[in-house]
Every structure is written in structure tokens, then in C-alpha cells.
């Protein structure tokens, strides 16, 4: 897939570590110059230096999504640099040790929520007029839990199913404007967030799990496609493991 994405510009929330650090990097060696976007600033700033040496453009900006007007603003430093967004990748995505029901508290509630799913609303928001401007394409990293129900917690598959959601309803709206929207559901996938399970994924399975950069090779298969296709959604297991 070299240089699929050669002029165009990707933004990636989530960049710092896992699938958006991946994705990142998958776009950029497709040719795409991409703005980099997390919390963590030495890590952007890590992966937009690995984005240099294949003479890609960087720009990495740190921004909390739980803040509204963060990442709002966010958006706006991102055009203002990049002059526009033809693929926006919201890659960001949190859980919890304590998730189950009966000991989910309203805070990890409204933290589950605010990073998961209005941080989406509020960045896909602000972006959308250059998004249209651009006939862009957005993807979202939701879960395999939407289709396949697991012990990840109501707060996380609640969130994850809204994502879908918000995916397909964009996507009713905004096709007419040459914007098109996917929705990924990656399954066990290994991350640095396998690491806030209640109990540790035993290595065995581990071993077993995708790569993040398969997810991100996923990415960049969805976004290269013509004007006239795209994927309303799609999953992605790993072979090995069959999740029922």
C-alpha cells in the first residue's frame, strides 16, 4: 500500500501507544502527512520523530479529549497547520479495572463516557466543516465486544456500541457532502490497555492476540478505497482465538 495516501492529511486521536501509534505510522508510510494526538507529549513527540525520517510531515499536539473545549481547539491547531483533514482516525479509547456493574462508580461512568464517546462528539463536531471541504474519511476504533458480548464492562461496551452508533448515523447525514465514515472492531488486540484488566490475560493468549499493527494496516486498506466505496463497518479477530 506505498504511497496509497501521498498529499493527503490524517489526524490520529490516540496516537501515543497501541492502535493509534500504529495507525499513525501505517498512514504516514502510505504517504499521508499526519497530526499526532494524545495526552502523553514525549510520546507524540516520539512517534512524529519516526514519522520524519520517512519524510512525512508530523505534528504532534497534546490535548485531554475529557476536556470539550480541548478538543475542539485541537482541531482547529490541526488545520491551521496541516490546511486540512482528509482522514480523521479517533483511535483513542479507555476502560477500567473496576467494570463491572455492581462496583462501577458514577466517576469511572462519566470518565468511560467523556473519553470514549463525547471526546468522538466533540473533535467529529468541530472538524466537520473541513471535513466536508475535504470529502473526508473517518474511522473509528470501537470493539469486537459490539458484536460479540464480553466481561469488558457495561460502562466500556455501552460506549463502544454509541461509537458504532454515531458512525452510522454520521454516515446517513453526511454522504451527501463526500464524507464516509467506518466503524472498526478490532478483537483482542495486544495494547498497554490489557494491562487495566481486573485479572491478567494469561501469555498463552496473549501470544495468540492481534498486533496493533493490524489494526492500523486495516485503516489504511479502508481509507484507500475510491470515492465510490467504502466499508460501513467491519471486524477483525484474531484466527487463533474464537470469540464467543
Not at 14 to 41: C, I, K, N, Y
Not at 214 to 235: G, I
Request: charged fraction near 20%; include cysteine.
Amino acid at each position: 500500500m506505498t504511497h496509497t495516501h501521498r498529499g493527503q492529511r490524517a489526524a490520529v486521536y490516540g496516537a501515543s501507544s497501541g492502535m493509534g501509534r500504529e495507525t499513525a505510522l501505517a498512514l504516514a508510510r502510505a504517504g499521508a502527512d499526519v497530526a499526532v494526538l494524545a495526552r502523553d507529549f514525549d510520546a507524540l513527540t516520539v512517534v512524529a520523530a519516526e514519522i520524519k525520517t520517512m519524510g512525512r510531515r508530523a505534528v504532534p499536539i497534546a490535548v485531554d479529549v475529557k476536556d470539550s473545549k480541548a478538543a475542539r481547539d485541537s482541531v482547529s491547531n490541526i488545520v491551521d497547520v496541516l490546511r486540512g483533514i482528509d482522514i480523521l482516525v479517533y483511535a483513542t479509547g479507555w476502560n477500567i479495572p473496576k467494570r463491572a456493574l455492581e462496583v462501577l462508580s458514577a466517576s469511572d461512568w462519566e470518565l468511560m463516557q467523556r473519553t470514549n464517546l463525547w471526546g468522538l462528539y466533540d473533535v467529529t463536531q468541530a472538524a466537520l466543516p473541513t471535513l466536508r471541504e475535504c470529502s473526508a474519511r473517518l474511522v473509528v476504533i470501537s470493539s469486537a465486544a459490539v458484536q460479540i458480548p464480553d466481561v469488558s464492562g457495561v460502562a466500556y461496551q455501552s460506549t463502544k456500541h454509541a461509537e458504532a452508533g454515531f458512525v452510522h448515523g454520521l454516515m446517513r447525514e453526511e454522504a451527501e457532502h463526500g464524507i464516509r465514515a467506518t466503524v472498526l472492531f478490532p478483537g483482542l488486540t495486544e495494547t498497554p490497555m490489557l494491562g487495566r484488566r481486573p485479572s491478567p490475560t494469561p501469555q498463552a493468549i496473549v501470544a495468540q492476540a492481534l498486533q496493533p499493527v493490524d489494526v492500523a494496516d486495516t485503516v489504511v486498506f479502508v481509507t484507500s478505497l475510491p470515492s465510490r466505496a467504502y466499508v460501513p463497518e467491519l471486524m477483525l479477530l484474531p484466527a487463533a482465538i474464537q470469540q464467543r
